[in-house]
């Protein structure tokens, strides 16, 4: 069964430079979850999309911002990168809006973010 | 706001064994979702089983199974018939209900220990 994707899996950047972080959810799912995960720390949310409009909100710094497309793939852009945003960044899908298992989120395997 | 507490950062089990994983949450909701996650070393969240509150009924998948009680707010994960494969971090998650939020709120996780 397809899976939800995330590219790239790795990254490495600069303090104070930029990255974007892109989501292929799995087909017909149509909301969209960005969750950050640092080193020994359980995984925290920080926005949601459903039907390409932001759904909800959570610990987002000012300096990300994310977007859903017509594709229904969301990518995530993090600028003036930080030490402390090396972490873990999980996309996960759900069918909220269509028929299926609405409440399950399915995760993707993550971009490791690393900030030098 | 909801929380999600898991009081063991650590378990271990013999192979063959069975071993139950604790988690609590707090809500004033009626209505929401509880979920297990195995997060095995190449930290993949994988879903393991979920429980819908307003069922009575305990969630069961094949050596999987939880003990939830709703007036206690409690949903503990029972593994039975450990297998090597078991260890990972578990992470128990509850899920809103209410319109526009459907993020996860997670607890800080269980490693668990399989040994031979």
């Known amino acids: 069964a397809a899976g939800v994707i995330q590219s790239p899996r790795h990254l490495i950047k600069e303090k104070r430079e930029t990255a974007t972080l892109k989501c292929y959810p799995i087909p017909r799912h149509d909301t969209v979850y960005w969750y950050q995960q640092g080193p020994g720390q359980d995984p925290q949310f920080l926005i949601s999309?459903?039907?390409?409009?932001?759904?909800d909100k959570g610990s987002i710094p000012d300096r990300f911002s994310a977007q859903q497309f017509s594709d229904y793939h969301s990518e995530l852009n993090m600028s003036s990168l930080e030490l402390g945003d090396s972490a873990l960044y999980f996309c996960?899908?759900?069918?909220?809006?269509?028929?299926?298992?609405?409440?399950?989120?399915?995760f993707g395997p993550g971009t490791r973010l690393l900030v030098l | 706001a909801q929380t999600v507490t898991q009081s063991q950062p650590e378990m271990s089990v013999q192979e063959a064994e069975t071993v139950t994983l604790s988690c609590t949450y707090d809500?004033?909701?009626?209505?929401?979702?509880l979920f297990w996650y195995k997060q095995p070393p190449s930290r993949q969240m994988i879903l393991v089983i979920r429980?819908?509150?307003?069922?009575?009924q305990n969630a069961t998948e094949n050596r999987f199974s939880v003990n939830f009680q709703k007036a206690a707010k409690s949903f503990s994960l029972k593994i039975s018939d450990s297998q090597l494969g078991d260890a990972a971090m578990y992470f128990c998650?509850?899920?809103?209900?209410?319109?526009?939020?459907?993020?996860?709120?997670f607890g800080t996780g269980t490693r668990l220990k399989v040994l031979a």
């Open positions: 998650a509850y899920r809103s209900t209410t319109s526009g939020t459907y993020k996860y709120i």
């Open positions: 999309f459903y039907e390409k409009m932001q759904s």
């Open positions: 809500t004033s909701e009626s209505d929401y979702y």
């Open positions: 996960a899908s759900s069918p909220r809006g269509q028929a299926g298992d609405q409440e399950t989120q399915y």
């Open positions: 429980q819908e509150a307003y069922k009575q």
